[in-house]
């Protein structure tokens, strides 16, 4: 079945300048906060995808599908699969730009069932930038790197000032980011 996907950037961008400290490819990457659902080691009930650096500014992310993540019986439910690639996708920006973006829109095409048990090889990678918003994009693999793409996904990432999180979200947001960071000494070279 053909399908019709529109342009993508759907704006002229530029191409996104990575932080110089970015961590090398090959580096495991987070928790960039230990209670972020996401990825967070602190949270029984997160998705605690695993990252780590790619080549060519990727960031590949592994999130295994397990029972208390079903939609239909024996199958992944497809907004959390989402939420996995919001956090594969925000790592992917996050870790090469070294400046604080949220998700303003993320879209997901979901091409084939994730069973329970299964592990989604999602690669992230930036596609251009203009002005504050940051476009990227990421297919997940089916149980091996190179498995057939189960889903893909692109996102507008916007920059934001570190205050739209204490703002908006927590007082201590700062010092909380900042001790889940000091943890991390491979991400603070
Ligand atoms: C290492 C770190 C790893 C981190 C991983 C974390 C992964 C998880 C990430 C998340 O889930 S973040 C949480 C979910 N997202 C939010 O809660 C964001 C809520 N929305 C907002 O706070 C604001 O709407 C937002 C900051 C996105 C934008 O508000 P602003 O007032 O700062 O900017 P503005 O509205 O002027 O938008 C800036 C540009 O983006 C564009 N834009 C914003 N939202 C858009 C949208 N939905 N679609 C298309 N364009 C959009 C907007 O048109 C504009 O384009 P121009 O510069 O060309 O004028």
Known sequence: MSRNVPDWPPVDVEPVPVHPKAPQAGTKLG????????????VPTGLRLQSTMGDEHTVHS???????????????????????????????????LRKPAVTGRLETDFLRPVPVGSTLFIVGKLDGMAGRKVYVSANGHLDAEDGPIALRA????????????????????????????????????
């Open 154 to 189: 692109r996102a507008l990432f916007v920059i934001v000032a570190v205050e739209h999180f204490t703002t908006h979200g927590d007082k201590d947001a700062i010092a909380k980011l900042s001790a889940s960071s000091q943890k991390r000494p491979d991400l603070n070279p």
């Open 62 to 96: 592994q999130f295994t599908v397990t029972a208390a993540h079903q939609g239909a019986p024996g199958l992944a439910h497809g907004g959390l699969l989402a939420a996995a690639f919001d956090e594969a996708l925000g790592a992917t920006v996050g870790y090469q």
């Open 31 to 42: 928790p960039h906060y230990s209670e972020c659902f996401g990825c967070g080691d602190e």
